[in-house]
């Protein structure tokens, strides 16, 4: 019988999503020899949208991928909550004269194109269809051997990436050990629909939760509702309910393909290092979709870690110490993003006693002094964590 074939990249990455692809661009048009190893043989079928933040659309620009990505999906110019029946609560920021960056609306698959092409033209080896892997270690070299379509293929590499997502296998594998957790007994109901009059993002808050809608360029529009899974049973009908709510974007709702129930976790991860091995984006630190912050953060993690990445090839040396500079760096601003995702997703549908009188109030509160509601998302889509008296004059610690 033949023996599989053997390829020895510098870096394999576990994971060829928005992080897998991402980090594999960067670390190839470093020269470093990249594999990914993909278990899907197709993108996923859009059920959700991105809305990518400032530190999102930043790596885009810096990997040349973003002119594409804005030609496949939308600039937003706005986004605006209010709370149903309560003029005094429409709460809009202006993104145009926000100047912090560019915000993006775009769905997945288009995004996953775009960076796959880049990828391909940067000289990324992917290995897609991977419907088995195992994985062993000696010597300071992983051994990885992959069952594909194409017959059995051996990589061995010095450095793995775990960018296999919130449910990573490679943590497990790599004995990371990870606990999750997610708002009790809240659910989203998310599908694609057809496209808004604006580019825009809105959100209104009801009685019983919240729903929204975001757009993504001339065809498609991303429709959501967060709502207590006692209330979604219908799922078409939970979504659709917020096209009343809101007429202006009501025929992108006649458009809707299909809604889909999802109940997304927040990942926590004490540690993203080991020998040999870094995670990176939801693999260690996955969070809630409420604000739109998890793929954003995802590609945030990029240059850092191609530096981290760069050094360690250079020097040959793969060691848990100099792997951790990445987690050590990143996760002040990744754990103030996972706790006021936490939060949010509190204020759009808890179900405490005098919450949604609270929520209320608050988006009132907000929506008189503007002036600081600009300044909180200035800074939240700046590099940095937004600073301790804009946290606290906002109540999001
Ligand atoms: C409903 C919803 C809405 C969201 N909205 C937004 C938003 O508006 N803005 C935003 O920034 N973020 C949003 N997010 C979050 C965003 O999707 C994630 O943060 C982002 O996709 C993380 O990228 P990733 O590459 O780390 O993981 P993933 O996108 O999950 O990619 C992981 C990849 O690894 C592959 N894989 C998994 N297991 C294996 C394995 N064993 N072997 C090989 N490959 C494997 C998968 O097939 C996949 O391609 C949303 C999430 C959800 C669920």
């Known amino acids: 019988m033949a023996r599989p074939a053997v390829e020895k990249p510098d870096i394999t990455i576990v994971g060829g999503g928005l992080a897998g692809l991402s980090t594999g661009i960067a670390l190839a048009e470093s020269g470093i020899d990249t594999a990914i190893v993909e278990s899907r043989r197709k993108a996923k079928a859009d059920i959700f949208g991105f809305l990518l933040w400032p530190p999102g659309t930043r790596s885009l620009r810096w990997l040349g991928a ?5 030609r496949h999906g939308a600039e937003l110019e706005s986004l605006t909550w209010f709370v149903v029946g309560q003029e005094r609560t429409r709460l809009r920021v202006d993104l145009t004269e926000l100047g912090a960056g560019t915000f993006l609306g775009i769905l997945p698959s288009r995004l996953e194109s ?3 092409d880049t990828a391909l033209r940067a000289g990324v080896r992917i290995l897609d269809s991977v419907d088995e892997w195992t994985l062993s270690r000696e010597r300071a070299t992983w051994t990885m051997r992959l069952r594909r379509p194409e017959g059995p293929l051996t990589l061995r590499t010095p450095l793995l990436i775990g960018a ?8 497990g594998e790599l004995g990371l050990s990870s606990s999750r957790r997610q708002p009790r007994g809240q659910v989203i109901v998310t599908g694609v629909g057809g496209p808004l009059p604006a580019r825009e993002s809105r959100q209104a808050l009801s009685a019983s939760g919240s729903g929204g809608c975001v757009s993504l360029g001339d065809k498609d529009s991303w429709l959501y509702t967060v709502a207590q899974e006692s209330e979604a049973g219908d799922p078409d009908h939970a979504l659709r309910q917020y096209a009343a709510v809101d007429p202006a974007n009501a025929p992108a709702y006649d458009q809707l393909q299909r809604a889909v129930v999802v109940r997304p976790w927040t990942i926590t991860v004490p540690r993203w290092a080991t020998d040999g091995a870094v995670l990176m984006g939801d693999a260690a630190h996955g969070m809630l979709p409420h604000l739109g912050l998890g793929g954003s953060l995802t590609l945030e993690d990029v240059p850092l870690l191609r ?8 020097s040959g040396d793969f060691c848990a110490a100099r792997l951790s500079a990445f987690q050590q760096r990143r996760q002040p601003r990744t754990a103030y993003a996972q706790r006021i995702s936490d939060q949010w997703a509190r204020v759009l549908c808890g179900s405490a006693p005098g919450a949604r009188t609270a929520r209320d109030l608050a988006m009132r509160r907000m929506a008189r002094n ?6 909180f998302y200035r800074e939240l889509a ?10 606290m004059r906002m109540m999001m610690l």
């Not at 296999?164 to 943590?171: E, F, H, K, Q, V």
């Not at 700046?382 to 946290?391: H, Y």
Request: no cysteine; net charge negative; glycine share 8%.
């Open 66 to 70: 973003l002119p594409e990505a804005l």
């Open 114 to 116: 775009v960076l796959r």
């Open 164 to 171: 296999d997502g919130s449910g990573s296998r490679l943590r």
């Open 307 to 314: 530096e981290v990445a760069e050094e360690a090839v250079r």
């Open 370 to 375: 503007m002036e600081l509601a600009e300044t």
């Open 382 to 391: 700046s590099p940095s964590v937004p600073s301790l008296g804009t946290r």
